[in-house]
């Protein structure tokens, strides 16, 4: 590796005291106004993989109860800045855990101001590195008429770059090779997805134990990662990290920290991570590894192709468990475990959990969902 890679960021107790002091305060980076155009539900959709119509087909759309486009519920997480990391130069952040609620749908038209703040900050032990930080940040996504939309918080786990490396707690992970019975297995099971939508589903007839149509997505591919990446996360929130050539060297001349090296000794971005193996490696996983925002969305497609068109995703309780690297698949799953009423609402709970080609556990979530009677 190149000597600027030894520079890596540490967890003092003056670096955590100063940011514990900005507890509360608003994050200049995560206050955004952003109008959902048809171009920016598209593109997000389609970064997901989500086929659903409500968000891309207008004449479906105008047709259902809602009589406009929907938004993914997941959009939220592009309509804002993105929080990595606040504070803590140079020390590592991987995305572990989200807390979604809504209080209506995202539609087409609808002007959003996000406005975030910095929620938590915990010592956590790691085995895995030197000291860890969980940080919490929570961003409130409000309509032009000042009515809360959506409230999302969402946690980092803050890790020492290059320790593991040093403890040899890093792993060279092989990915993992397919057969073509493999590939067709696959693909059968990507095939079987379905979405309800204009058949409304009632709460009635829905019963605990019952099972939803799985949603499967890999081979984990760098298309895969690029497309997410520009065609929806980091396409409609500016980039996170993702300059190009002088606005790159721009900003990396501004934050020094904000850079990860080569053993080629050039700088790339923290994000690269998604994609290079190499850099990977040095952020302490054992290869290039999918978003957690990426993650939970293919988990709320699974609720959103069940729910149907007159249904309303209330919240989402996401736990990122183990990285999905480069060539896993997965297969995300849901299962009703709860029925209950708010007044006049009835009420479903919804278990979920992504499981990789290996059967090794990569997320779980619990869904609320508003169905009619």
Same mark, same amino acid.
């Given at each position: 590796? %190149? ?8 967890? $003092?107790? /003056?670096? !955590?005291?100063?940011? *514990? @002091?900005? =507890? ?24 997901? %993989? ?8 207008? $004449?479906? /759309?105008? !047709?259902?109860?809602? *009589? @406009?486009? =929907? ?303």
């Amino acid at each position: 590796m %190149g000597t600027e890679t030894t520079d890596h960021g540490t967890i $003092t107790d /003056a670096a !955590l005291d100063e940011l *514990r @002091s900005r =507890l509360g305060k608003e994050l200049r980076h995560l206050r955004r106004s952003a109008v959902v155009t048809d171009e920016w539900i598209e593109r997000y959709a389609f970064a997901i %993989g989500d086929q659903h119509p409500l968000w891309t087909d207008r $004449t479906y /759309a105008e !047709l259902s109860p809602h *009589r @406009s486009l =929907l938004a993914p519920p997941t959009m939220v997480y592009v309509l804002s800045g993105w929080d990595i990391g606040t504070g803590l130069p140079g020390v590592h952040g991987m995305f572990v855990r989200s807390h979604l609620e809504w209080s209506r749908p995202i539609r087409e038209g609808d002007r959003l101001l996000s406005v975030g703040r910095l929620y938590e900050v915990t010592e956590r032990p790691s085995r895995f590195a030197g000291r860890s930080v969980l940080q919490g940040t929570e961003t409130v996504f409000s309509d032009a008429e000042g009515a809360a939309v959506c409230r999302a918080r969402n946690w980092n786990l803050r890790t020492e770059r290059g320790e593991a490396r040093r403890r040899g707690t890093v792993a060279r992970k092989e990915k993992h090779t397919y057969t073509a019975e493999d590939r067709a297995r696959i693909e059968r099971d990507v095939f079987r997805e379905t979405i309800r939508g204009d058949l409304p589903r009632r709460w009635a007839d829905t019963h605990v134990g019952e099972v939803l149509p799985a949603v499967v997505k890999g081979p984990l591919t760098v298309t895969d990662m690029v497309g997410y990446m520009r065609g929806g996360f980091g396409g409609i929130a500016h980039g996170f990290f993702m300059y190009t050539h002088g606005l790159g060297t721009a900003f990396r001349r501004r934050h020094p920290s904000a850079v990860m090296w080569t053993s080629l000794g050039i700088a790339d971005s923290p994000e690269a991570v998604h994609w290079d193996d190499e850099l990977a490696r040095a952020a302490g996983v054992p290869a290039a590894y999918d978003l957690g925002p990426q993650r939970i969305a293919w988990m709320a497609t699974v609720v959103t192709n069940w729910m149907g068109d007159t249904a309303f995703l209330r919240s989402l309780d996401s736990h990122l468990k183990k990285f999905v690297i480069m060539a896993d698949t997965v297969w995300c799953r849901g299962v009703v475990t709860g029925k209950q009423r708010d007044g006049e609402r009835g009420l479903v709970t919804v278990g979920l959990e992504a499981m990789n080609q290996l059967g090794e556990l990569v997320a779980v979530a619990e869904a609320v969902v508003e169905l009619p009677e």
